[in-house]
């Protein structure tokens, strides 16, 4: 039976960051991959947005792995030439009783370390982006964009240059412990390993019960994106005040320009990841346009086209608080990372260093 050192399961940013960061500190490591290809599932379908810290309650997983994600991102990002912009963002609120909220959202984000943050006028909101309406907005100047493909590429090349080797078409049933370490299931072998991470986005739920730990059960939120059709008058990226469940209908500019709405929030009742349902129903994009004209008037009439839709892994429900990250460790030589959803991304370098560190 082949034995190795860690097994990380789950190829996405979040997989790849953790198989890199371990691959770095002399650990022998194998990528398992159930896709054909690296970064097929959560990771291929956000808004590939770096947050800066701003919505996540002081002193939660998510926010401490945010705001130090962001700073390590940033600097991999120069360093490796991959390819983002540090585009800015604009959260408005639309009503005179949203201002107190963008004024408490500022509060909760300096409370967690973001010290750039500027309050607007609707004037000077207006200033920076002339298309837009609003009673006031927040300026977060250190939020961007990533070309997470882009990145993932990096992560990877990164891993296999220290050691780390990639399994692709490989999907792990289940396992358990065995003497020191663990006997997994791999597509009808068995593979030893001393640890296990579970980074399977959302998979993780399911397989950390197939690999007998005890964990919350994982609800999923879909959340669907319409394209512009032609150019955006903006440069910033814009968002609303958050909602139950996400953080609002909003616009983000890619790399080459072209601007997208979304996502919105519709909790799924299929508890199956591989079922799941991913198409984009055109009969959704007037209740985008309405929500988009809250702060952009001038969209004009059936500009947004169906693009996609990603699904969220979530340890929350409907109208429940949202949950943080939860780095699981139940079990000797197993981490589960499990609710792994916004701030994902931005905090994957985060997450990584955090998994080192418990492993």
């Not at 994982?218 to 319409?226: D, N, Q, S």
Request: proline letters at 6%.
């Amino acid at each position: 039976m082949d034995r190795v050192e860690v097994a990380v399961i789950g190829a996405g940013v979040v997989g790849l960051a953790v198989a890199r960061a371990l691959a770095r500190r002399g650990r022998e490591v194998v990528i398992i991959e159930a896709a054909a290809a690296i970064g097929t599932g959560v990771s291929s379908r956000s808004s590939e947005v770096i947050h800066a810290g701003l919505y996540h309650p002081p002193g939660s997983q998510k926010a401490r792995l945010c705001v130090r994600g962001k700073a390590l991102l940033y600097d991999y990002c120069r360093a490796r030439g991959v390819a983002h912009r540090r585009c800015g963002k604009l959260i408005v609120a639309t009503t005179a009783a949203g201002l107190a909220q963008l004024a408490r959202l500022a509060e909760q984000a300096a409370a967690n370390g973001v010290d750039d943050l500027r309050l607007l006028s609707r004037a000077e909101a207006r200033t920076l982006e002339p298309a837009l309406d609003c009673t006031g907005a927040l300026l977060s100047p250190s939020s961007g964009i990533v070309d997470s493909h882009g990145l993932m590429l990096a992560l990877l090349a990164d891993a296999e240059a220290a050691g780390a080797t990639l399994a692709l078409a490989s999907r792990v049933s289940g396992g358990a412990r065995a003497g020191d370490g663990w006997r997994l299931q791999v597509d009808g072998f068995e593979l030893a390993a001393g640890s296990v991470v579970n980074a399977a986005g959302l998979f993780a739920g399911p397989l950390a019960q197939a690999l007998g730990a005890d964990v919350p059960p994982t609800r999923f939120a879909r959340g669907h994106y319409f394209a512009l059709a032609g150019a955006a008058p903006f440069r910033h990226q814009i968002y609303p005040l958050p909602v139950e469940g996400g953080l609002g209908i909003h616009l983000t500019l890619d790399l080459g320009g072209h601007a997208r709405f979304g996502p919105d929030v519709q909790w799924l009742a299929d508890t199956d990841p591989a079922t799941l349902d991913y198409r984009v129903e055109p009969a959704l994009a007037p209740g985008f346009e309405a929500e988009v004209r809250r702060y952009w008037p001038g969209l004009p009439p059936g500009a947004l086209q169906p693009a996609y839709s990603g699904v969220r892994p979530k340890l929350s429900g409907p109208g429940e608080p949202a949950a943080d990250f939860l780095i699981e460790r139940s079990l000797p030589g197993l981490v589960n990372l499990l609710g792994i959803e916004s701030p994902g991304l931005t905090a994957a370098l985060a997450l990584a260093e955090e998994v080192a560190l418990r492993l």
